[in-house]
């Protein structure tokens, strides 16, 4: 068990670009999360899916931003037409439903600078 | 999911054991007790979590009132890599949503 991997670990980007970010989930983990932190603040959640049906999305995600899961093992976030605001770290967290607790384990994250 | 709070920061000398306060008064009978620390730049680490009766593990224990309405995070022999964020979240299993609900957490400062 190689824990929750993401992938860059850090991205600098100009506004406008796209960006895209890789995250894989601790192995037989079927809940995959995203959230994103800012400076000062603790991590906000972004959206989760359980295998690839993604259940949950937050207003946080605008439309520029779309996650897939689409084997239900790895997920990709795109964040489009980057804006200086979107400046974070992304992370990524999984987790197994077992006994009735599900304990979410989470990545190194993924930090994004846009200039 | 219920909200928490907990004090901003806190201070601990090495080798003693730091106690982190969090209330919850308005818990919920099915919503448990999470607590992650975050030391900085790294991901959330999961410490320990509890519903009703007080939990160990190899990292910490928790302690959780009678009422439910409070919990104390303790860590018997705080070192310097114990320097982190800590954030006290309750949340209700099994239910609509999945989701952390993170405040800004008590920042554990472990002094020499």
């Known amino acids: 068990d190689t824990g929750v991997s993401q992938n860059p670990r850090h991205k600098i980007t100009k506004r406008g670009q796209n960006v895209t970010f890789r995250c894989d989930p601790i192995?037989?983990?079927?809940?995959l999360y995203w959230y994103r932190q800012t400076l000062g603040q603790g991590p906000e959640f972004l959206t989760y899916f359980q295998n690839e049906a993604q259940l949950e999305k937050s207003r946080l995600l605008s439309d520029r931003f779309s996650a897939e899961r689409p084997k239900g093992s790895f997920s990709t976030l795109e964040i489009q037409r980057t804006e200086q605001g979107d400046s974070a770290m992304y992370l990524c967290?999984?987790?197994?439903?077992?006994?009735?607790?599900?304990?979410?384990?989470f990545g190194p994250g993924t930090r994004l600078t846009v200039l | 999911d219920a909200k928490t709070t907990q004090p901003t920061s806190m201070d601990c000398a090495e080798g003693r054991a730091a106690n982190l306060p969090c209330n919850h008064s308005t818990i919920s009978g099915n919503e448990y007790v999470y607590w992650y620390r975050q030391i900085h730049s790294q991901g959330p680490q999961y410490i320990i979590h509890g519903l009703k009766n007080n939990e160990t593990n190899e990292m910490a224990s928790l302690i959780i009132t009678e009422d439910r309405k409070s919990s104390t995070l303790i860590l018997p022999h705080a070192t310097l890599r114990d320097t982190a964020v800590y954030y006290c979240i309750v949340r209700v299993l099994g239910g609509a949503t999945n989701k952390l609900i993170f405040g800004t957490g008590t920042l554990l400062a472990v002094q020499p």
């Open positions: 967290a999984s987790s197994f439903l077992a006994g009735g607790t599900d304990t979410q384990y």
């Open positions: 192995s037989e983990h079927n809940r």
